[in-house]
């Protein structure tokens, strides 16, 4: 395994990733693949 920087084009993957990563069944919903959005664009 290698670790590196994320780049632009893995931006999406990473997103979605996060948000089956976070996936409430209880109460279904996430905000942490928007958090990470938001977090990039500031």
């Known amino acids: 395994m290698s670790i590196r920087n994320e780049k632009p084009e893995d931006y999406r993957t990473v997103e979605e990733l996060i948000k089956k ?15 990470v959005h938001q977090v990039r664009k500031s």
Do not use: A, D, K
């Open 21 to 35: 990563t976070f996936w409430n069944l209880s109460v279904p919903g996430c905000n942490e693949h928007y958090l």
